[in-house]
């Protein structure tokens, strides 16, 4: 089905039950259960996800109504409805068009110096997601969009999964199951393994010994363990990773207080004048424990603060 579904820039969309049409501006993505696509409606422009299946795409739609419910619940799903192409109905839904690039890009584009303030942020999106029940499932480079000064959103839910259910969508890079490192059930290691290879996949700078060792028919954690000790860009961190690989991490919220733990003792150490920090995080140490009053040193201090 979903060869059959192609849409273009100016394609409008209506909806079957409550009439409501969007104009396709662009492709955003597209995941094992659906397509994203960047469209105008009466809001403006929002993100409109279109399923191959209406069960799979409704189960999704369910649990991220119930993430709304509750105080701080945001706001995920704007509209949904069903549509017609070529004489095939498909299901979608709305939710708020999110700006941003790959962490890599932004790593990129940025310096390794934003590499703590991504990690933090996505582990506060975790345990977010984590106090209602749920679990990501699908975490990786492609689902995670950065802007400004490190904001840090998750996008596509398609791997949305409530806690002790088999997760519903996952990438085998990231996947636990994939490095016979535990099961593919939604608990909160499940996401923190993913985490933890996401880390380590930002950090390789040359961008080949982690895809190297996942094409290792022997890949097993400790394989992983030691790669993580030769990312320089990572040893501020690595006690945090390690535990999250390891499934000694009992959950996000430990990790994010783990992580911001490591980043303030090394930046007191090196305030100190004692060891150095790796190349990538001497700016971001600096700023962060010598208080700068530039606009860099103020996102730092909300996010770390």
């Not at 469209?39 to 299946?53: E, N, P, Q, W």
């Not at 977010?128 to 689902?143: A, C, P």
Request: hydrophobic residues 40%.
């Amino acid at each position: 089905m979903s060869c059959e579904l192609r849409l273009l820039p100016g394609d409008r969309i209506a909806g079957r039950w409550n009439g409501r049409a969007y104009r396709v501006e662009q492709k955003l993505g597209e995941g094992a259960n659906g397509q994203v696509y960047l469209v105008t409606g009466t809001a403006g422009l929002c993100a409109l996800k279109i399923g191959y299946d209406t069960l799979d795409l409704q189960s999704e739609i369910n649990g991220l109504l119930e993430l709304q419910l509750g105080p701080g619940g945001g706001s995920y799903v704007l509209d949904t409805d069903d549509m017609t192409l070529r004489g095939q109905e498909y299901p979608y839904y709305v939710m708020r068009y999110v700006q941003g690039v790959s962490p890599s890009r932004f790593l990129t584009e940025n310096g390794m110096d934003w590499y703590p303030v991504i990690g933090y942020r996505l582990l506060t999106k975790l345990s977010e997601l984590h106090e209602r029940g749920y679990i990501f499932g699908d975490l990786k480079s492609d689902n995670i969009l950065v802007s400004g000064y490190g904001t840090t959103e998750l996008i596509d839910y398609g791997g949305l999964t409530r806690f002790g259910k088999a997760v519903r969508q996952y990438t085998e890079l990231y996947d636990r199951g994939y490095w016979r490192a535990g099961a593919r059930s939604a608990d909160a290691g499940y996401d923190l393994f993913a985490f933890a290879v996401l880390c380590m996949e930002l950090a390789d700078s040359s961008g080949h010994m982690l895809a190297r060792l996942a094409s290792d028919p022997e890949r097993n954690v400790a394989k992983l363990v030691r790669l993580l000790e030769q990312l320089p860009a990572c040893s501020v961190v690595s006690p945090v990773l390690r535990a999250c690989l390891t499934g000694r991490m009992r959950s996000a919220e430990e990790a994010r207080a783990a992580w911001r733990s490591c980043v303030y003792a090394a930046g007191a150490d090196h305030a100190a004048g004692h060891n150095s920090p790796p190349a990538g995080l001497t700016a971001i140490l600096t700023a962060t424990f010598l208080a700068t009053v530039a606009v860099f040193g103020a996102a730092l201090y909300w996010t770390f603060g």
